[in-house]
């Protein structure tokens, strides 16, 4: 069974950057679509952005698009999150997830369709 650790969360400004990373342990990593999501206080969990096995096709949520880039390395069993042009809004604990389902090329924003999660990293954005 994979399992993902998150790093890289902290406080930062607003309009800064920070870069998320989450390493899987085990060998199946590249069989796995990824995908961060994210949770504010009192709310629901959100998706954020996703990517499929092979890296090569990504999707955004509107709210982050233009500003997050999410990207892979298989051979380091990790997937990043670099969050660029930070808002407070962006505030919230952040949780990398691996979705086992569809072929090389498949990725999807529905959390149900991702089993394995990390325990999440809180990200600060000060005004």
């Known amino acids: 069974q994979v399992q993902l650790v998150e790093s890289g969360g902290g406080l930062v400004q607003a309009g800064g950057s920070l870069r998320l990373s989450c390493t899987a342990s085990g060998r199946t990593f590249s069989r796995y679509a990824m995908g961060w999501f994210r949770q504010f206080p009192g709310k629901e969990r959100e998706f954020v952005a996703a990517?499929?096995?092979?890296?090569?096709?990504?999707d955004y949520a509107d709210s982050v698009q233009g500003r997050f880039t999410i990207s892979r390395d298989n051979a380091k069993n990790t997937v990043y999150l670099q969050m660029d042009s930070l808002k407070p809004e962006d505030t919230a604990v952040y949780y990398c997830?691996?979705?086992?389902?569809?072929?090389?090329?498949?990725?999807?924003?529905?959390?149900?369709?991702?089993?394995?999660w990390g325990q999440g990293t809180q990200v600060t954005v000060s005004s």
């Open positions: 997830a691996g979705c086992g389902n569809g072929g090389d090329y498949y990725y999807t924003r529905r959390q149900y369709e991702y089993a394995i």
């Open positions: 990517i499929n096995r092979r890296g090569v096709t990504t």
